[in-house]
């Protein structure tokens, strides 16, 4: 059974800072990794999606990394602005069909202060 | 692109009455949508899954009776919560899956369900 565990869960940085969330999951075998941000309140916003077959993704201040083998994927932020701050989430996706779950980790908290 | 819309926001019921929850993909056709139930604090619990023209599969321990799930058409899903109760005040969150960016998934905005 895939489990996917974030680290940590609370992380409270000043401006500016770069920074590394973590993401660990027990099966390798996925067809990918996707992170979301969560503002309290609200739905997920996708912010990067990793394929099996590649080793990481950037958009802007942010990079997402995957190791399939090792089962882990870090999200960088890079110079952290307090409009960064919210719940960020990665979940994996086993299979390639339709029915293809994600599972979720439980999130890491972001807070930045000015 | 890729936006998933959800009607309404926030909805506040009484018990015993019944709740529809749209979902629609906006800008692509959704081969499949989700429907996801999250508590304060947590993650996200997948309910069910639904492909268009087909009967969603739900989760373990999810009353399929209860949570009427109808993915009509390539762009729309609703969730109906029937007979609500107190303990089905939660958030509900849908999500999308099809279009040029099949791999992706997209999520609504959520709808915060109260039952008095």
């Known amino acids: 059974k895939q489990e996917v565990t974030q680290i940590p869960a609370a992380l409270s940085v000043p401006e500016g800072e770069n920074l590394v969330l973590n993401c660990s999951f027990t099966?390798?075998?996925?067809?990918?990794l996707q992170w979301f941000r969560q503002d309290p309140g609200k739905g997920l916003t996708s912010l990067l999606l990793?394929?099996?077959?590649?080793r990481e993704q950037t958009s802007g201040r942010l990079n997402a990394s995957l190791d399939k083998s090792s089962g882990r994927s870090t999200l960088y932020i890079a110079a952290s602005q307090p409009g960064d701050s919210a719940t960020y989430l990665c979940?994996?996706?086993?299979?390639?069909?339709?029915?293809?779950?994600?599972?979720f980790g439980q999130g890491t908290e972001l807070s930045v202060k000015p | 692109g890729a936006v998933v819309s959800q009607h309404p926001s926030w909805v506040i019921c009484k018990s015993g009455t019944s709740v529809k929850i749209e979902c629609r993909s906006l800008?692509?056709?959704?081969?499949?949508m989700f429907w996801y139930r999250q508590f304060p604090k947590q993650s996200l619990m997948l309910m069910a899954t639904?492909?268009?023209?087909?009967?969603?599969?739900?989760e373990q321990g999810v009353e399929k009776d209860k949570f009427l799930i109808n993915h009509a058409s390539l762009t729309l899903s609703t969730l109906t919560v029937t007979s609500a109760h107190p303990e089905d005040s939660s958030f509900y969150i849908c999500?999308?899956?099809?279009?040029?960016?099949?791999?992706?998934?997209?999520f609504g905005p959520g709808t915060r369900l109260t039952v008095l």
């Open positions: 999500s999308a899956r099809g279009g040029a960016r099949y791999n992706e998934q997209f």
């Open positions: 099966d390798s075998a996925i067809y990918n």
């Open positions: 990793i394929q099996s077959s590649q």
């Open positions: 979940a994996v996706r086993r299979n390639y069909n339709q029915g293809g779950k994600l599972i």
């Open positions: 800008d692509f056709q959704a081969t499949t």
């Open positions: 639904s492909n268009e023209g087909s009967k969603a599969t739900y």
